[in-house]
């Protein structure tokens, strides 16, 4: 059942974009979870009432489509300052251009594609707030992209579901760049700093375990909660077309890029510095390691154990 509040948000949302748009955008809803297709500005030269404009769509449709833009590497970047201070890739530098440091470039026959369901590094303490793509080739067909609402996949399970994930937190890490020495714990429900909604927090990607439990309890929550988000019904797929601007709200939403496709596609992106993390409250429970009954399980608890002890004194658990 949909929760009360966020039907008032929603309604909120989608006054505050009305009123903000002007009358010669067309916006084309592509989903009934998140998504749009947005005709009208240009985000070479955008004032400052259309930034605020594209603020508050991005706000209700999560993730916003530009086709037709096709920006220089100069022009993405200064789009992208509008609302941010700018991060180059913390595990990508090779692929930057040397003459934009902010900006990384990502050539599927070179690298691969994020096949995984993912919220952009969230093995950071503060995740990147916004990424904003430019897809400059794409093959003729495949190389779509999926997107996922993280408030409709909190906003359907059930209040019991909602209750448990709410005073639980969760290990993130770098394993998939081959740094899993980076890691930052976050609230399995996140709370967005703007709307106030809540989004569902894991994903297959970046999180190895849910803190509180213990590693088989970890599994299998884990499992649920990032197949529960996949589900069709929360997301969008986009085929793309080159020169179209992508950019999405990284608090709310994961995404999956679909390797069906023979080719090259190449995209370049620019992202917006993160935020703070926070859930609805303290998590509920201490977090679960076996330091001092050592067993031959306990090599499942090293990872947490390791971390909490970088971490004790710096970031309570």
Known sequence: MTNPDTVV?????????????????????????????????????????????????????????????????????????????????PNLKESNHVDYPELFELVATQGGVADEWHTDITFQEQPALMSILHMVKSPAVGGDTMWASLYAAYDELSAPMQALC????????AHPHNR??????????????????????????????????????????????????SQPRFTVRKSWSEGTIA???????????????????????????GDQVNGVSKPRWAPYVRAGRLSATSRHDRQLFMYLKSQAGKHPA
């Open 180 to 229: 899993p020495d980076k890691m930052a714990i976050h609230p399995v429900v996140r709370v967005h700093p703007v709307t106030g909604r809540k989004a569902l927090y894991v994903n297959e990607h970046f999180t190895r375990r849910i803190v509180e439990m213990n590693a088989g309890e970890s599994d299998a929550l884990l499992s649920y909660l990032t197949r529960w988000v």
């Open 9 to 89: 948000q929603n309604q909120q949302n989608q006054k505050l974009s009305q009123a903000s748009v002007p009358a010669d955008w067309r916006i084309t809803r592509l989903s009934g979870s998140l998504g749009a297709d947005v005709y009208g500005p240009d985000i070479k030269a955008p004032s400052v009432a259309h930034i605020a404009a594209i603020n508050a769509l991005l706000l209700e449709h999560l993730v916003l489509f530009f086709p037709d833009q096709s920006p220089s590497k100069a022009q993405h970047i200064a789009f992208g300052r509008h609302f941010g201070e700018l991060e180059g890739h």
């Open 166 to 173: 709410e005073g639980l937190s969760a290990l993130h890490d």
């Open 247 to 273: 950019m999405w709200d990284n608090r709310c939403t994961q995404h999956f890029v679909l390797n069906d496709f023979v080719g090259e596609r190449i995209i370049q992106r620019v992202t917006v510095v």
